[in-house]
């Protein structure tokens, strides 16, 4: 992770931090209000309590949300080419996501988590516990019924447990898309630039270098006028001259599917030095610029 996406999961957690407190303080206030009219009895009293001062924050909470993840929209929509975008949308893009899934839990962790502590100053630690051992560990009655749950609830819970571990997998699995994808989270700075006939190339890389062993950069395609080319079969091989102790080298680039602002590619350099990139790619038939097979030697320089 870069430094700026871990300055906007700060200010994620200093924001749901904030909004969370608030949430406890209603909860509190709830608690007391319940007290203060005699009204807190049972465990289903508490329910209510703790129901009342949740709902009464559904609608801050709500609009907390829409106007910071709304605020955010732009910077998510910029080019990544404009001044200081590919800063901000690695700070705001945890932002986005967190503010959602924190929307949900907020209203559903924070309750229950007092739920217990309440419940335990009222019952006792007994109490507590009992509806928070597994039912799966609990013993069965001949009806197949868990002990001290009726049977549709314990049905009940069995779904939410299947469904509990499901969203686990599907979260274990979009991690795992997540890293598998190649995407790219450090800040790209430009490297070298090349003109073929019309057609800008932008060579891009983190820290605007390459540096000896695995590299990833970025490379861009655009006209004269600023706008992204389409290019098909595009082909990167670096090549390194023959010197008296060393043969000449030639490594192809592993390039990753294009995408509409250029291509993502991979490269193992095995010594620092002066590499020739040499750059291959077609341009469709009706295209605004030359169409065919174009080619481009870029000299790359890694330390």
């Known amino acids: 992770l870069s430094i700026a996406v871990w300055v906007g999961i700060i200010a994620l957690a200093g924001l749901e931090a904030e909004m969370g407190v608030v949430l406890l303080l209603y909860l509190q206030i709830a608690h007391q209000k319940w007290q203060t009219e005699g009204r807190m009895r049972h465990v289903d009293d508490l329910k209510e309590a703790i129901h009342y001062g949740a709902v009464q924050r559904l609608r801050p909470k709500l609009m907390t949300v ?21 800063v901000m949308k690695r700070m705001a893009a945890p932002m986005v996501g967190g503010l959602v899934t924190s929307f949900f839990l907020g209203l559903t962790i924070y309750p229950a988590v ?4 309440k419940r335990y100053e009222m019952e006792g630690l007994a109490a507590t516990l009992r509806d928070l051992i597994p039912f799966s560990i609990r013993p069965a009655t001949a009806t197949g019924e868990i002990e001290g749950v009726p049977a549709r609830q314990s049905r009940g ?23 598998q994808s190649g995407i790219v989270v450090e800040a790209l700075q430009p490297v070298a630039q090349k003109q073929v006939g019309d057609i800008q190339i932008e060579v891009s890389a983190p820290e605007g270098r390459f540096r000896p062993g695995q590299s990833r950069f970025h490379l861009t395609f655009r006209n004269l006028g600023g706008d992204p080319v389409e290019v098909e079969n595009v082909k990167v091989q670096f090549y390194m001259p023959a010197m008296a102790t060393m043969p000449a080298m ?13 291509i993502q590619a991979d490269v193992d350099l095995p010594m620092s030095g002066e590499w020739q990139m040499r750059i291959t790619f077609d341009t469709p038939e009706g295209s605004a610029t030359s169409a065919g097979s174009q080619k481009a030697q870029i000299s790359i320089r890694t330390q």
Not at 114 to 117: G, H, T
Not at 158 to 176: D, I, K, R
């Open 157 to 179: 819970r069995l779904l939410f447990a299947l469904l509990a571990l499901l969203l686990v997998l599907l979260l274990l699995w979009g991690l795992w898309s997540w890293r």
């Open 114 to 117: 007092f739920f217990v502590w």
């Open 250 to 262: 030639l490594i192809g680039a592993d390039v990753s599917p294009i995408i509409p602002d250029g």
């Open 66 to 86: 829409l106007t910071t993840f709304v605020g955010l929209l732009p910077i998510m929509w910029a080019s990544t080419y404009e001044t200081g975008a590919d």
